[in-house]
């Protein structure tokens, strides 16, 4: 069957056709992706302004479009962070639905973190033992680990890329004493969450899943241990550490013509290389790997196991 998820987050609304059947891997047909950023569009109570609504209906009605022409069997649409947390969520769900037929499914922090591990535990397979996810998103940080398909401790707080990028870094580019504040305000964040993971096993992999991750690791020159494609790629922690200073000196146009870092990602880049780094460092973690597979495949393997 052809499965589509729509992904509706903090900074783009992104459709994925797979074509799937129980006890099979997910085979990716097309993607249709529109960059939205949210987070520009939250009115100083919360809310969504009008432009911002009518900007992800759009989207939305244009994902739906693709969806027909792909002739998808199922659409599995969902919504994250940033509608999750809008004070005018509930009023925005009911005109999206009322407009283009999609009822959004809002998925919770934990959800969002259960399923992504799932994902990358699919991606690994049993024998990879231990696993501590990590995905930075939008507008919030997940947090998973365990060694079975479903985490023994999953997180999500609120230090999304584009969340951080508007909160802490408003200038373009920011100022040193901006990134400062945004290095202590994610440190006094993590600090807790990571002492509720000490309790629990090391892990045997440590494993960033967002296209956040991976453009980091691109850029800083990752390694790769010679699995396959894409596989395996590695981030060092130093040399990530290296590279923030350097990123957050430059503009976002310029920002573009380094590996890595495309044009939807330019503008929040700085924030989440900084939250990466921050929690890299408060987990001990001097290297982590990156997987392909995230909350939309963990979406499409949850529904799978459904119709199994």
Not at 56 to 66: D, F, G, K
Not at 71 to 76: G, I, M, N
Not at 203 to 211: A, L, M, N, Q, Y
Request: with cysteine; net charge neutral.
């Amino acid at each position: 069957m052809r499965l589509g998820v729509l992904d509706v987050g903090s900074n783009t609304v992104h459709l994925l056709v797979v074509d799937a059947h129980p006890g099979a891997r997910p085979v990716p047909s097309s993607t249709h992706k529109t960059v939205v950023r949210m987070m520009r569009f939250l009115t100083p109570d919360g809310a969504i302004s009008d432009d911002g609504v009518e900007r992800l209906t759009t989207a939305i009605a244009s994902a739906v479009a693709a969806a027909t022409a792909e002739k998808v069997d199922e659409l599995l649409p969902f919504a994250t962070s940033a509608l999750r947390d809008a004070t005018n969520g509930a009023a925005v769900f009911a005109h999206i639905e009322r407009e283009t037929g999609v009822a959004l499914r809002v998925l919770t922090g934990i959800d969002e973190s259960r399923l992504t591990f799932l994902a990358v535990r699919r991606w690994y397979g049993w024998s990879a033992g231990r696993i501590l996810g990590l995905d930075i998103g939008g507008g919030s940080l997940e947090i998973a680990s365990g060694i079975d398909e479903y985490p023994d401790l999953a997180v999500s707080v609120p230090l999304g890329a584009g969340r951080m990028t508007v909160g802490f870094l408003v200038d373009d580019p920011p100022t040193d004493p901006q990134v400062a504040a945004l290095r202590e305000h994610a440190r006094e964040v993590l600090a807790d969450v990571a002492r509720r993971f000490a309790k629990l096993d090391k892990p045997d992999h440590v494993v960033g899943t967002s296209k956040t991750f991976r453009s980091l690791a691109r850029l800083a020159g990752s390694s790769h241990d010679g699995v396959g494609p894409d596989d395996r790629v590695r981030l060092r922690r130093s040399k990530l550490a290296d590279w923030v200073p350097r990123l957050a000196a430059i503009g976002a146009q310029g920002r573009t013509s380094l590996p890595g870092i495309t044009p939807e990602r330019t503008a929040q880049i700085v924030a989440g290389a900084i939250v990466a780094e921050e929690a890299m460092r408060v987990f001990g973690v001097r290297e982590l790997e990156t997987c392909p597979w995230a909350l939309r495949e963990g979406l499409i393997l949850r529904r799978l196991d459904e119709l199994a």
